[in-house]
């Protein structure tokens, strides 16, 4: 063998024995988990990547494939349809669909509330004479056929003493929202306000009025991590890790973003850095929200999630209002004292 082939070998054995032991087992022995994210990677989403990265789902004993997806309403039925094990979804979307099973139990729950309150967000431009939520009547809004955000408008829009109608829906895709904004073939789009940091850089945020449904005085749980009910029963152990795993790496990048977002870039080489950044501080917003100081990450406040189930119930036109447990299977959260944020 030539030298340089035994040093390569060498280098190659050394990398090995410094790996964790966590690391160097084969992965027959890890439990395979496919997980779907709502959309493309980003900085809303760092910690997934961080959890990936630095070995925190490997440490549980879990093999992650994470997977980018089409929307948060479409995780729920890829997860649903046992394509995916575990996902990234909306949990108004979640209580309608599971509604509208012909099962008995729920198909999906949410095992771990990312977004403590939604980021939902008409944003328009001021010079179409968008001001408040009263300005949007007649206007044209740009939105992706199926999507949380647009989903939800309608309860959006009695809080706020509109029509659901009160505007043209304008259906495009999502990787063509900000273009037909920016070009003026609409007045305004629906958006996650943390997904809007790319169209905040083509025009000024002066220029935008951003409305949010939270400031109509309606409250929701926004995505959440959610697990199909038959990966619950069959892998309750693998559900747990990666709840652990999940929350350790969603506190990490609470108390340094700055560290979390090369993992982030890992993934997808092209991404700015510090626009990522930008994203997740808009992120940590809504995931450190009105209550997560109180009962930690994670968790939701019955009353308040109750709320939400009526609210979405008489919106959707649903037949029966769904019971809390069938949406939620929270028993996999950590302590209290391991998830209260730091920042």
């Known amino acids: 063998m030539k030298r340089r082939q035994l040093l390569q070998l060498g280098a190659g054995l050394g990398a090995l024995g410094s790996l964790p032991a966590f690391a160097q087992g084969a992965s027959a022995s890890l439990t395979k988990l496919r997980f779907t994210l709502d959309f493309r990677i980003s900085g809303q989403t760092a910690p997934f990547l961080l959890a990936l990265y630095k070995g925190y789902y490997r440490e549980e004993g879990l093999d992650v494939s994470l997977d980018v997806g089409n929307g948060s309403v479409a995780s729920i039925t890829r997860v649903a349809s046992g394509v995916y094990d575990m996902g990234f979804g909306d949990v108004s979307s979640l209580i309608e669909f599971n509604t509208q099973q012909a099962t008995a139990g729920p198909v999906v729950q949410a095992v771990y509330q990312y977004y403590n309150r939604a980021p939902f967000a008409i944003i328009g431009r001021k010079d179409r004479g968008i001001t408040d939520f009263a300005s949007l009547k007649g206007k044209r ?178 037949k029966s209002r769904p019971k809390l447990d069938t949406v939620y299977d929270l028993s996999f959260l950590p302590p209290k004292a391991e998830r209260l944020p730091k920042a």
Not at 196 to 220: C, M, N, W, Y
Not at 249 to 272: F, G, H, S, W
């Open 141 to 318: 809004i740009a939105a992706a056929a199926v999507e949380a955000t647009k989903r939800c408008w309608p309860m959006a829009a009695r809080h706020a003493g509109l029509q659901p109608n009160a505007f043209e829906w304008i259906t495009t895709d999502f990787s063509a929202r900000d273009n037909v904004l920016v070009r003026g073939d609409v007045d305004g789009a629906t958006y996650f306000h943390d997904s809007a940091v790319a169209l905040f850089q083509r025009l000024k945020p002066e220029q935008l009025a951003v409305l949010s449904f939270a400031d109509t005085g309606l409250a929701l749980y926004g995505n959440a991590v959610l697990a199909s009910s038959k990966f619950i029963a069959e892998n309750p152990k693998a559900v747990a890790g990666f709840v652990r795993a999940t929350n350790r790496a969603v506190l990490e990048t609470i108390a340094n973003p700055v560290a979390a977002m090369p993992y982030v870039k890992q993934r997808e080489p092209i991404l700015d850095e510090k626009v990522e950044l930008e994203r997740w501080r808009i992120t940590q917003r809504y995931v450190i929200g009105p209550d997560a100081r109180e009962h930690g990450l994670g968790d939701v406040r019955k009353a308040f999630a109750e709320q939400q189930l009526a609210e979405v119930a008489e919106t959707f036109g649903l």
